[in-house]
């Protein structure tokens, strides 16, 4: 017994085990940030899939009026509209042009931020901390790209001043230039990547025969024209365009290389696709959540930054990952699933192995290889997609930057 005593002593004296974080975050509060809807539209192949003639403000307005219809909340509630987008550099007129003809009225503010590849994680940290802050206690954070419409190459070199530091002349560099970077530097090779793509390939074509991205996805209806006739036609998107189904490494090794005068590893096969997209997550207080009636998807606990070399960019995830899950005193043991943005295969296995991941917990119904990288979307849709899963695996999870907690109740 006297053991016993001293043991329960000392077990009080230690220091918090990592894991101690969990119960910390899980604890319920009337001031959390929660979500309470994450949809968005199907990706659609950009220059010739279903939203090659779409307006990248009738896709913001179409998603934002599902939004309403489905949450059935009073438009007047809301307070503000965070877009992330990359390529149009009017995305501030668009979303507040969409946002009032969707049906929000001219009381609720609208606004865009560009953070490359992480604008619709972005956009959420941005609603998410005003809330938090006691800004506002409801608001909608939207990632949408039309990259039939857009790019992200600078029309001009900066500034001879400012290339005269090397990283900043590093900008420069196209991203298929950094994914052969990461590649070289760190021995990612091309069987490497087209191997991890063709499991990219597999768990996204499971995930849609199985309709698990149903519940995420509304169907959105616009018009497209036939390039040879320009004759116009109604369309509906249902589901994503680019997943390729019975993809094997045998096929993707036949693949040429995309960017030759930088490197032989990056093709086609094993590098996000270029995407049409938008999705959208509604934010707001926990107490305004019950108030409402509103269903509680999951809590918002936190977010980081964190920069690496602009030539290796999209090994983010390495640096941002190991900062928050320190943050929130975690170990990665305690997050059951990660979403990590497959720009391009390199990176995503240069991020597994860094991180020490198990790949059965990242992006377990495929990533953008399979599903499309609409720039300033995907990080929305990142979200859309992990509490989806995290519904039905019932999991805590960890969107690159961002950890949420999802919920089944309030």
């Known amino acids: 017994m006297a053991t016993d005593r001293l043991s329960s002593i000392l077990n009080h004296l230690r220091p918090s085990s990592p894991s101690s974080g969990v119960s ?25 899939g279903g939203f090659k003639d779409t307006d990248l403000d009738y896709m913001i307005y179409a998603l934002l009026k599902e939004v ?16 992330g987008n990359v390529g149009d550099g009017k995305a501030a007129y668009l979303v507040r042009a969409a946002a009032l003809a969707a049906g929000i009225p001219h009381t609720a503010g609208a606004s865009s ?42 029309p001009r070199p900066f500034n001879e001043e400012v290339l005269r530091n090397q990283e900043a002349a590093d900008c420069m560099q196209p991203m298929g230039q950094t994914s052969e970077n990461v590649g070289d530097d760190f021995n990612i090779t091309r069987e490497m990547q087209d191997r991890y793509a063709v499991e990219s390939f ?15 996805i509304v169907p959105i209806t616009t018009k497209v024209k036939d390039p040879k006739t320009g004759e116009e036609r109604t369309i509906t998107l249902t589901k994503d365009e680019g997943i390729r189904y019975g993809t094997t490494y045998e096929a993707l090794s036949k693949i040429r290389a995309a960017f030759p005068q930088y490197g032989n590893k990056t093709t086609g096969g094993n590098a996000s696709q270029v995407t049409d997209g938008a999705a959208a997550i509604l934010l707001m207080r926990r107490s305004k959540a019950i108030q409402l009636n509103q269903p509680i998807l999951a809590k918002f606990c936190g977010a980081t930054v964190a920069g690496v070399p602009p030539r290796i960019m999209g090994i983010g995830p390495t640096a941002a990952i190991p900062k ?13 699933i990660y979403e990590i943005n497959e720009a391009f295969a ?6 597994l192995d860094k991180l020490g991941l198990e790949h059965a917990k990242v992006n377990p119904r495929g990533g953008a290889i ?8 995907t990080g929305a849709r990142q979200i859309c997609t ?19 907690i999802p919920s089944q109740s309030p």
């Not at 309403?68 to 877009?83: F, Q």
């Not at 619709?120 to 608001?139: H, M, P, S, T, Y």
């Not at 928050?324 to 059951?336: E, G, I, P, Y």
């Not at 390199?346 to 991020?351: H, K, P, Q, T």
Request: glycine content about 6%; hydrophobic content about 45%.
């Open 24 to 48: 910390a975050i899980t604890q319920k509060n009337p001031d959390d940030v929660v979500i309470t809807l994450a949809l968005r539209t199907p990706l659609a192949k950009a220059v010739k």
């Open 68 to 83: 309403l219809a489905r949450s059935n909340l009073d438009p007047a509630l809301i307070e503000d509209v965070c877009l």
């Open 113 to 154: 931020v560009n953070r490359f590849c992480s604008s619709g994680l972005k956009a959420v940290q941005d609603i998410a901390n005003q809330i938090r802050l006691g800004a506002i206690d409801i608001g909608i954070a939207v990632g949408a790209e039309s990259m039939s419409h857009s790019g992200d190459r600078l």
């Open 202 to 216: 597999r768990r996204a074509e499971a995930a849609q025969k199985a309709g698990w991205f149903d519940d995420e």
């Open 324 to 336: 928050l899950l320190s943050q929130f005193n975690l170990s990665k043991s305690d997050v059951d």
């Open 346 to 351: 390199s990176m995503a296995v240069y991020c």
């Open 370 to 377: 399979a599903l499309g990288h609409p720039l300033g979307a």
């Open 386 to 404: 992990i509490l989806s899963e995290a519904r039905r695996a019932k999991k805590r999870v960890l969107v690159t930057n961002l950890i949420l």
